[in-house]
């Protein structure tokens, strides 16, 4: 079982940066065996694909409206996704989540059943 952690959420101005974090605390496996991902969720909106990481960091998928840069420090259990450039239509709950699998295709990445493991996520608010 792998539990989740968010943090970094909170308000910034259109135009704006934020780096989120979500450290994982997991049993059994090494953590850089887990590809994890981000996902928001928008009010009244389905929850959509940010970005993706494999377990060593060398792939990364990120959604074509996101301008960011996601890493991992498998050392810390930790991922990161630096986030810039917000608009307002950034505005969401962000989740984190984690794989069973390694690494995952491009399209699979996307997708939510590939992932295992949520986070509570985390409120980001873009005003304008």
């Known amino acids: 079982q792998v539990q989740l952690v968010e943090s970094g959420g909170g308000l910034v101005q259109a135009g704006g940066s934020l780096r989120l974090s979500c450290t994982a605390s997991a049993s059994g496996r090494p953590f850089s065996t887990y590809a994890m991902g981000w996902f928001r969720q928008a009010p009244g909106k389905e929850r959509e694909f940010v970005a993706s990481i494999s377990g060593n960091g060398g792939t990364t998928y990120y959604a074509d409206s996101v301008k960011g840069r996601f890493t991992r420090d498998n050392a810390k259990s930790t991922v990161y996704l630096q986030v810039d450039s917000l608009k307002p239509e950034d505005t969401a709950v962000y989740y984190c989540?984690?794989?069973?699998?390694?690494?995952?295709?491009?399209?699979?990445?996307?997708?939510?059943?590939?992932?295992?493991?949520w986070g509570q996520g985390t409120q980001v608010t873009v005003s304008s």
């Open positions: 989540a984690g794989s069973r699998f390694t690494t995952l295709t491009q399209v699979s990445a996307t997708t939510t059943r590939a992932y295992t493991y």
